[in-house]
């Protein structure tokens, strides 16, 4: 099939390629694996491709925010669940239908590998759209993968580190309040787990009382959890609400920055601006991109269209699973995007590959949902299971019980359940492990009137305006009005000075920010980055791209 | 005192200032509260500035890395031990001994903050010297802080994944060659570990044998261990080598690239290369540059000599304590490095400070060392306590008894100790948590002959000759020999094809890497950086810098 076909012995004459190490990838291995005879295990190859060599156990993803449980314990190795598939950690970087094949990117050595297969089953999950809200992307922490709880937890205890240490009241304000973008479970979730975890921590810092935190929720629906009962929904509010966290419903998110998010009331129209230095997004989510580039039916939502079989239309080798696939359920509604969803399309999906190859008649999906769980932090929840209501103690009971029975491997049972019995006795872990290093060339969004830095400022980053227009104030006086393409910031990096005068956000602005230290190495390395390349590229006989010269503006 | 000493209470007029949160630092903080009577409370303010809101227990790194106990517990939070100190979380950007002062480094604001101090005690540790061998700054994985556990046990997995899906048998043994350089202490326990780790994980992947992994140990001394008596350092190298750990002494290592390491024998003065991918150094250490800027005297090694009482000889005020420090024992000799003489140097720093401000008598320091313990992983170590020479398992026993016994605060104890017992059931957790990730502007360093990339390759980086030549080749010719300040690898980049020639080393070559994704955006946002800045800088009335051009030579 493919030039890159080690280890896969040649009497292996069926490969079925699975893409993504998710719940819905791993599941599909997982039982290909259980339903493979000994025959057919010397014909059929299962190869998985994952970006990590982890599968993120996604309800325990708050818990590693709150510090319940330590964060490897949320993840199962791969590895330890599939002992008969190959398995590859490397990013996909294209799938040719056509000629099935997958190419991947590369890993130690700068080769990229392509891999054939017979059987194609896209498992690639969902991303998070940052595109609908301005400056999500540069200053929301997404909450989805396990570095993404990884880096709101290290977020959250360095906002308590200086809150305790800050002499300017608004600055310590700001560094208190948290948001939460998204009122769905994966929201109401992330801020109970947070605001445990921020009581409980607040405690360790002498100059900070619990009274000062601020935790927000914000929620564009007309309540907080709109996937289960009215009831249920309102009591997570008003226990949610006692322990002190705010719920704004009816809101849209407008535009997040460094400094603060900017929220609109649907009902009002009225605007106001939220300061803060800690913003998680759990909304919304966006199809990836290989799944928008292949060339199958898609709903409106970019999920692959797949019949109850699994499989794509018109497209007899190829399947999608999971929440990059719109499932349809017996009861006419389609499979939302939840573990439970996921295993069971896995399952079906697993037994329908092995009948194609067998040429056997074909399983429909014929599952529609169990229950519905919401962790509500310490010692409280809500759940619909088999369609009995609970709530409180009970709801957190089954929920714990529940979902220790779901993580796969007694490995990873033992482990979640010591972290939780420790939990109880000892307190929170407040270690600021670093995990998150802003990149030395990164993109920053400020607010219409925010100031960007102010005269006597460190000189931390030089800045190229990609969007929109900055005024550098001296003396309350104008000196100088910046537009696209122009740079600042650049004086008090070569200087050594601190900032010699102050830059406000004349209207919205999208920058490009280059770290002192890597500028540095710019400029003593990288004389005249663009004639330099230019000329060489001339000088080798190639023609230089086309780049607008921003000089000329 | 200065403009920012918000929030000590007026009343406090003596402010004690300690500058680091290692052991020694947080040592003395903890003595200090101890020792202050009720009424000293309200007089003097404790102050302690560290870089991590945690402090590293040195002694578990290696099992860290082995994971042995998970990261996390390896490390105390600063704030849980000190509960009458006022604790920064900041790195210290200078000191000034005639003004009392201290400068911090700016937090989510762009200001430094500026302390004063009554007495300053500086206890900055020491850091790793990278400056002896070529290219161990940018390839190496040094072995002191937590982070660096983290990622050697990222990079550890992460060979182990790409060796299961490699094809070529030479690329494949370099990924499964871990080399170790240094065999002190620190090197041993970290070999062992590591080789512990690996030869378990190993079994997890269905491509690789325990048999194709090679650990190497480098030590330029005549034994490993010189720490030790001759006859436990002679078992501990047996132990290790029957584990089929490979231990060089003898030899110095001369350089480091992405592809090997290159030895030279100090007895034959031969070189030679081992291809490898995962190379971690323990050797040697240097001061950290706040105490070479000190104007006080130093030792050869860079550390601040002190007298017998801690105290820096002619600075009434300065003290110094732990690796920094040059601290004279009753027996003539300068305490080592050691976690039990920083602790001690501690409490005696601490009672002095105290005895200072009392104006009473200060005491000398008395402590000559209790012992030295090295673990071997698994149920073995090597042990000289007060005298009594141990090994094999009664070592390792004691080893575990005497650091579960250190470790500060009863949270800690029971979650390494659950820790431990876990691990002796539970299979060792293979999940890659992703931790470092390389800056997208950083330095790179390439052996004479070495292949910097080939004709085919993906292009992931452009790069920048800061020192040596490096020539193009393609069908066997070579196209052009470039040199200091001549770019190269653009091409592949801006025209998203494979690398159209072969890049190869043709001296030693120091170069700046400019990753894919970067270089995209200075691109697309930054024409011709230097000119423009120039201009700017010009057209705003200052001076450009004076850098050399490289464009001429």
């Known amino acids: 099939m493919s030039n890159d076909d080690f280890p896969s012995p040649a009497a292996r004459n069926h490969r079925i390629l699975i893409l993504g190490g998710g719940f819905a990838g791993v599941h599909v291995a997982m039982h290909l694996e259980r339903l493979l005879t000994p025959g057919e295990r010397h014909e059929i190859d299962i190869v998985l491709i994952s970006n990590e060599n982890y599968m ?87 909450f989805k993968y396990l570095g993404d709880a990884m880096r709101l937890r290290y977020e959250a205890v360095r906002a308590l580190e200086e809150a305790d240490i800050e002499t300017d009241p608004d600055e310590k304000q700001k560094l208190l309040t948290f948001v939460v973008a998204g009122g769905g479970f994966s929201g109401v979730e992330c801020i109970a787990e947070l605001h445990d975890f921020l009581a409980h921590a607040i405690s360790a810092y002498r100059n900070l009382k619990k009274s000062e935190l601020r935790c927000v929720l914000l929620q564009s629906a007309e309540r907080i959890l709109p996937e289960v009962d009215p009831v249920l929904a309102q009591y997570a509010h008003q226990i949610l609400e006692r322990r002190g966290i705010e719920i704004q419903v009816n809101v849209r998110l407008n535009a997040v920055s460094a400094d603060a998010v900017v929220v609109t009331s649907k009902v009002s129209s009225d605007s106001k601006r939220i300061p803060t230095r800690t913003v998680v997004t759990t909304v919304p989510s966006a199809p990836d991109p290989l799944v928008s580039a292949l060339p199958c039916e898609r709903d409106r939502a970019g999920r692959i269209i797949v019949n109850e079989f699994l499989n794509v239309p018109n497209y007899a080798m190829l399947w999608a699973v999971g929440d990059c696939a719109a499932v349809p359920q017996p009861d006419g509604i389609m499979s939302p995007p939840t ?171 999208h920058s490009v920010a280059i770290s002192r230290e890597a500028f540095q190495k710019l400029v003593a390395h990288l004389p005249g980055v663009r004639p330099t390349i230019d000329s060489i590229m001339t000088s080798r006989g190639y023609k230089p791209p086309e780049v607008k010269s921003l000089d000329k503006e």
């Open 56 to 142: 993120v156990f996604q309800p325990l993803l708050p818990e590693m925010v709150g510090a319940t449980i330590a964060p490897q314990h949320g993840v199962i190795p791969i590895r330890r669940l599939l002992r008969k598939t190959r398995v590859y950690i490397r990013e996909i970087q294209s799938i040719d239908l056509t000629a099935k094949t997958v190419e991947l990117s590369p890993g130690f050595q700068p080769h990229t590998k392509t891999l054939g297969f017979d059987q194609l089953v896209v498992c690639l999950g969902s991303r998070l759209d940052f595109s609908k809200v301005q400056g999500m992307k540069e200053h929301a922490i997404p």
């Open 339 to 509: 573990a439970q969803h996921a295993v069971r399309q896995a399952n079906t999906c697993a037994a329908n590959l092995l009948a194609t190859h067998r040429k056997q008649k074909q399983s429909k999906f014929l599952f529609t949902g169990l229950g519905k769980l919401a962790s509500l932090g310490r010692y409280s929840a809500v759940a619909e299971v088999m369609g009995i209501k609970m709530r409180g103690i009970p709801a957190w009971m089954a929920w714990k019980a529940i979902y220790l029975m779901k993580i796969p491997g007694w490995d990873r049972k033992v482990r979640v359940a010591i972290d939780w019995i420790i939990d109880v006795i000892l307190p929170r872990d407040i270690a600021q492990l670093r995990v998150h290093e802003s990149d030395s060339v990164h993109q920053l969004f400020f607010n219409k009137g925010e100031t960007i830095f102010k005269e006597g400022d460190f000189g931390d980053q030089l800045l190229v305006i990609v969007k929109g227009e900055v005024e550098i104030i001296k003396d309350g006086k104008v000196l100088s009005s910046l537009k696209q393409g122009d740079i600042f910031g650049e004086f008090a990096l070569i200087s050594d000075h601190p900032r010699s005068a102050q830059a406000n956000a004349k209207t919205d602005v």
